[in-house]
């Protein structure tokens, strides 16, 4: 009897660590959505936008008041959390005057509209992230104000 609860507990633990194992594999990477609107936005286009934005890892864009620089790109931290934000991958990115080049703020974001946390002079106050591709480390988000241009 002690040698079947043996087994029967080997195999259970076989079986969840399979299962495990193969719910833990990234999914699919999003597709390069291909030229975007850069910073000079319509507001047919989208509401409040300062920018639509595609850039790689350790890229900047700015318009002459606002910077934005991708600092990092990182996959899921468990990615089998599938209810949890740790599930999604993340991009750290930073908003800095480019005048002077001082930061903002630096914030981590995962996908989906986010506010800022980088206070009210920045001019910034969203950024939706449509999409975060983590084997070739780019972002593509929109960086939304205040006030409606």
């Not at 934005?68 to 949890?84: F, R, Y």
């Not at 980088?118 to 929109?142: K, Q």
Request: net charge positive.
């Amino acid at each position: 009897m002690k040698l079947q609860y043996y087994l029967f507990n080997i195999l259970l633990i076989a079986v969840f660590t399979a299962t495990s194992i193969s719910c833990c594999k990234s999914g699919p990477q999003p597709v390069h959505p291909g030229k975007v609107k850069g910073w000079n936005i319509s507001s047919a286009v989208c509401d409040y936008c300062i920018a639509i934005l595609v850039l790689k890892k350790g890229e900047k864009s700015d318009n002459g008041k606002i910077g934005v620089e991708v600092l990092d790109i990182s996959a899921p931290k468990k990615p089998c959390a599938w209810d949890s934000v740790y599930s999604y991958p993340t991009a750290t990115l930073r908003f800095y005057n480019p005048l002077n080049q001082q930061p903002f703020c630096e914030q981590t974001f995962f996908p989906g509209n986010i506010n800022v946390n980088c206070g009210s002079t920045s001019g910034v106050y969203s950024v939706s992230i449509h999409a975060i591709n983590t084997v070739e480390n780019w972002i593509f988000l929109d960086i939304r104000g205040a006030v409606r241009k």
